[in-house]
């Protein structure tokens, strides 16, 4: 499957934990969007990055997130602390530049805080 | 401030009827994408419009872009079964040195055999 690659699908934290999702990118792709997705809503762009630059975090709260996307290895999203409030589905999307190029989704890390 | 509105965002109808859905902006975007997701899975791109009123067909789907570039409409005949799913309009969004996809909220689309 030469797809985007969200590990895991499923993730269960408790309150106070820390949640790290991954995301592989298709083969090519150098840029790397997440977003978030809450029950019957859209999903909101969180962050942008290329490698070893983020480029846009304005979607992303001030505290408690983090992402990257090292030179080698997979783009990771960190929460740390979870909250109830951080349930949702995290999706991730690769492409392989700039210019109205077509964005590609994962299947998504579906996180659930107990 | 949801800077794309869907409508409706929910629909059940019998296979066969046909159907529009519309996502309507006030801001101009320069160019506009219409995925159809499925439950427990991501985003699936159906079409990218670009050209203000340019007009794309997928076999039974039909989507227009508006002229102002600030709306766009996604028309089904006949619609299946297989076309249930949740259908999202996103406006590509660039500026300041960045580009990221605004999402509609969807229109979640049942068709009943």
């Known amino acids: 499957n030469a797809g985007v690659m969200q590990n895991p699908r499923h993730l269960v934290r408790r309150r106070g934990q820390e949640a790290r999702l991954r995301c592989s990118p298709m083969k090519g792709h150098s840029h790397v969007y997440w977003y978030r997705q809450l029950p019957e809503e859209g999903l909101k762009f969180m962050v942008y990055?290329?490698?070893?630059?983020?480029?846009?975090e304005s979607g992303m709260p001030k505290e408690r997130f983090s992402a990257e996307f090292p030179k080698e290895g997979p783009s990771i999203l960190r929460i740390q602390q979870v909250v109830r409030g951080d349930s949702a589905a995290y999706f991730c999307?690769?492409?392989?530049?700039?210019?109205?190029?077509?964005?590609?989704f994962g299947d998504g890390t579906r996180l659930s805080i107990l | 401030t949801q800077l794309l509105e869907q409508s409706p965002q929910f629909l059940s109808i019998q296979e066969g009827e046909n159907l529009t859905v519309y996502c309507n902006s006030s801001s101009v975007f320069s160019s506009l994408q219409w995925y159809r997701q499925e439950p427990g899975e991501g985003p699936v791109l159906l079409v990218t419009v670009v050209t203000g009123g340019e007009v794309k067909k997928l076999k039974r789907l039909t989507f227009q872009f508006g002229d102002a570039r600030k709306d766009s409409s996604l028309h089904i005949t006949a619609a299946q079964p297989g076309d249930t799913g949740l259908y999202l309009c996103?406006?590509?969004?660039?500026?300041?040195?960045?580009?990221?996809?605004?999402f509609g909220k969807g229109m979640k689309l049942t068709v009943n055999p």
């Open positions: 996103a406006g590509i969004l660039t500026q300041g040195g960045s580009e990221k996809l605004v």
């Open positions: 990055l290329q490698k070893e630059n983020i480029i846009d």
């Open positions: 999307a690769s492409s392989p530049g700039w210019g109205n190029q077509p964005q590609h």
